[in-house]
């Protein structure tokens, strides 16, 4: 039924888009999209409040009251932001917009409305994006859009409705980026290696970072990850940083309308040369930085206390994203980060002296090459980095998983890692550690005391293998995983070539005289019919 609904919807507003470029497109749906839900859970809020102050069983029994008495109690912010709701005042609400859905007005009507609600909400302040009354929309377009949207029910349930919303949310997302090709994927990271991340950091607690965040893709699933193994939202804090501003919108609003709490700095901008978060030391990171940016030196970064290993190539940042990460973990942390494949083997102005004093300091954990056509924006082959600050397991030792096979294709441009391959790369990596595989619980169901004890490590060839840094060494400190985990096993056979030849021979033989037989029969057949040859 879901699924239905997002592909309805995409389908219509698709249609409506006209000529529309779909990085204008997606805010006006999007921001639509939110304004619906926030209406819909005050609405479904109000109305449970309402009952349940009526309610003499009910601690939030109000007495014999007046209406107006309980028109007034009802206007009690408390009773809505205990229960992560925001505040929506009467002009902002979806009932009062979608009547005024065909007045030429209506882009005017739902800025207002947007202001309103950041007025009266400080958490959303700056972040929703009013650009409706100058969007450049045909005629009555816009309007037909609100009707669009009026179709998403919510239902009466916060938790349904988040969920809801976020999967409608997160399939627009995805959608957009598949739109707008190789922009599109500046904010959407595919599901698939999100959730690869966050199977192998598992971010149980404690504080997240994703210093490019994107739309926040990464927080939602270490948020969905941690409720699947039995947590709750609000187990981890999350902290990020986003340069482009319209991003960094998109990223608070996805986190707002799951009732994520989030840190993403006082406003957009450049990590590196304004980090919002200086003094964060983070559990886990996780991120997608843009691949083999150029332009991203500035003066002031010269002897940046980040660059611990090295000074960064002018050129190339995916260094720089590489040590700003362990620069900002905890002794205890993991990060795990996307990068193009070039950054495993690159010697070029000094990224190979990088990463060899990265390995040798033993901060370099597992590395991941990922199958190709992952991505909606790039075919750029990419790869998984795994950091740690400080080994407690297999010091000494990195983890190489070659996962290029791996993919399923989901459409003839487009592949993805299912769950059952992100299941089996978490696995090796827990038995590699030596810890208990962790996964997700059924519904409803709460984790027992005591965990599995974890599967015994073993190499697999073509797949992972275990290997020491002497060796890593050797191949000059390249991190490529096809280069240490051999080639796939194959069925033994026997045979001697010269049996095994004498074999294919006769039974192409064999087919050959099948072959003159047929073409004998087939010449019979015609030369009864009157064909000549």
């Known amino acids: 039924?879901?699924?239905?609904?997002?592909?309805?919807?995409?389908?219509?507003?698709?249609?409506?888009?006209?000529?529309?470029?779909?990085?204008?497109?997606?805010?006006?749906?999007?921001?639509?999209?939110?304004?619906?839900?926030?209406?819909?859970?005050?609405?479904?809020?109000?109305?449970?409040?309402?009952?349940?102050?009526?309610?003499?069983?009910?601690?939030?029994?109000?007495?014999?009251?007046?209406?107006?008495d309980l028109a007034a109690e009802l206007e009690d912010r408390d009773y809505y932001k205990s229960a992560n709701v925001f505040w929506v005042p009467d002009t902002a609400r979806w009932e009062t917009l979608r009547a005024q859905a065909k007045s030429p007005e209506i882009g005017k009507h739902i800025d207002a409305a947007l202001s309103v609600i950041e007025g009266e909400n400080p958490k959303l302040k700056g972040i929703l994006d009013k650009r409706y009354a100058r969007a450049q929309l045909p005629d009555g377009k816009l309007g037909e859009l609100v009707d669009l949207v009026s179709t998403i029910g919510f239902g009466e349930n916060p938790g349904t409705a988040r969920d809801v919303l976020g999967q409608v949310y997160e399939y627009f997302l995805g959608m957009f980026a598949s739109a707008e090709g190789k922009r599109g994927g500046q904010f959407y990271t595919p599901a698939s290696i999100v959730k690869t991340l966050v199977a192998v950091l598992a971010p149980h607690h404690g504080k997240v970072y994703d210093p490019c965040c994107g739309s926040g893709g990464m927080f939602v699933q270490s948020e969905k990850f941690i409720e699947a193994h039995g947590g709750k939202i609000g187990d981890v804090s999350i902290y990020g940083q986003?340069?482009?501003p319209t991003t960094w919108r998109l990223a608070a609003m996805n986190l707002a309308?799951?009732?994520?709490?989030?840190?993403?700095?006082?406003?957009?901008?450049?990590?590196?040369?304004?980090n919002q978060h200086p003094d964060l030391r983070a559990d886990f990171i996780l991120a997608n930085p843009p691949f083999n940016i150029s332009d991203w030196w500035h003066g002031s970064l010269e002897g940046d206390p980040r660059w611990e290993f090295g000074d960064p190539p002018q050129?190339?940042?995916?260094?720089?994203?590489?040590?700003h990460m362990l620069h900002h973990l905890k002794p205890t942390g993991r990060a795990g980060i996307v990068l193009a494949n070039g950054s495993m083997s690159s010697s070029q102005n000094n990224e190979g002296q990088i990463r060899a004093a990265m390995v040798e300091a033993d901060v370099v954990e597992v590395m991941i090459a990922l199958p190709g056509q992952l991505f909606f924006n790039t075919q750029i082959p990419a790869c998984l980095w795994f950091l740690v600050k400080q080994k407690?397991?297999?010091?000494g030792e990195v983890l190489f998983i070659d996962a290029r096979k791996q993919a399923t294709m989901i459409s003839r441009v487009q592949s993805e890692l299912t769950d059952a391959v992100i299941e089996r790369i978490a696995a090796t990596v827990?038995?590699?550690?030596?810890?208990?595989?962790?996964?997700?619980?059924?519904?409803?169901?709460?984790?027992?005391?005591?965990?599995p004890a974890p599967a015994p490590y073993e190499d697999i060839p073509g797949f992972c293998r275990s290997v020491k840094l002497a060796e890593i060494a050797q191949h000059g400190h390249v991190l490529t995983p096809g280069r240490y985990v051999g080639a796939e096993e194959v069925e033994d056979n026997d045979e001697d070539f010269?049996?095994?030849?004498?074999?294919?021979?006769?039974?192409?033989?064999?087919?050959?005289?099948?072959?003159?037989?047929?073409?004998?029969?087939?010449?019979?057949?015609?030369?009864?019919?009157?064909?000549?040859?």
Do not use: C
């Not at 102050?53 to 007495?63: A, H, I, T, V």
């Not at 309308?257 to 304004?274: K, M, Q, S, V, Y």
């Open 242 to 244: 986003e340069a482009n």
């Open 498 to 533: 010269v049996t095994r030849m004498q074999k294919l021979t006769e039974k192409l033989g064999e087919q050959m005289a099948k072959g003159a037989e047929l073409d004998a029969l087939i010449r019979a057949k015609l030369g009864g019919l009157g064909y000549e040859f």
């Open 392 to 395: 407690t397991h297999r010091q």
């Open 315 to 323: 050129g190339n940042a995916n260094t720089a994203w590489l040590q």
């Open 1 to 68: 039924m879901l699924d239905d609904i997002k592909k309805t919807l995409w389908a219509t507003a698709d249609k409506l888009r006209a000529n529309m470029d779909a990085a204008e497109y997606k805010h006006l749906v999007l921001g639509l999209i939110f304004l619906k839900y926030v209406s819909d859970t005050f609405t479904a809020r109000r109305a449970e409040v309402a009952a349940r102050l009526q309610d003499p069983e009910d601690e939030f029994y109000y007495g014999e009251a007046s209406a107006d």
């Open 430 to 451: 827990a038995a590699w550690r030596g810890e208990p595989v962790s996964l997700p619980l059924p519904p409803g169901e709460a984790r027992g005391e005591g965990s």
């Open 257 to 274: 309308i799951r009732g994520i709490d989030f840190n993403l700095g006082r406003e957009p901008a450049d990590t590196f040369t304004r």
